[in-house]
């Protein structure tokens, strides 16, 4: 019922950037919470940054003042712009909201993006 698909992703040296973009579709009434969550090799799924419908955002310690999310309720859409990117932020990036539907508004669901690849290397 709902979508979401990322694009933005590949391979840039370190101190280069790149813009993460998410797009969600579908039979969509509401999106409160959008956020970018990262996987790498070995390690769990850990939280990169989210943002509130209202615009309220929360970043990981380690992307703060380097990462920025922000979103365009208008076209459903949630970015993530990445500075100065270092080797170890290479991982999987995957987009998540909190969704309510047309036929489930007082009960929201996550849904996941299927992940786009960041890789930071010389």
Do not use: H
């Not at 992307?63 to 922000?70: E, P, Q």
């Not at 991982?91 to 849904?111: E, G, Q």
């Amino acid at each position: 019922q709902v979508q979401l698909v990322e694009s933005g992703g590949g391979l840039v040296q370190p101190g280069g950037s790149l813009r993460l973009s998410c797009a969600a579709s579908g039979n969509i009434f509401s999106i409160s919470t959008m956020g970018w969550y990262r996987q790498a090799p070995g390690k769990q799924r850990e939280l990169v940054a989210t943002i509130t419908s209202g615009g309220s955002t929360n970043y990981a310690d380690s992307v703060k003042g380097r990462f920025t999310i922000f979103r365009d309720n208008a076209k459903n859409t949630v970015y993530l712009q990445m500075n100065r990117l270092k080797p170890e932020d290479t991982a999987v990036y995957y987009c998540n909201a909190y969704v309510a539907t047309f036929d489930r508004i007082l009960s929201p669901k996550n849904y996941w993006g299927q992940g786009t690849q960041v890789t930071v290397s010389s």
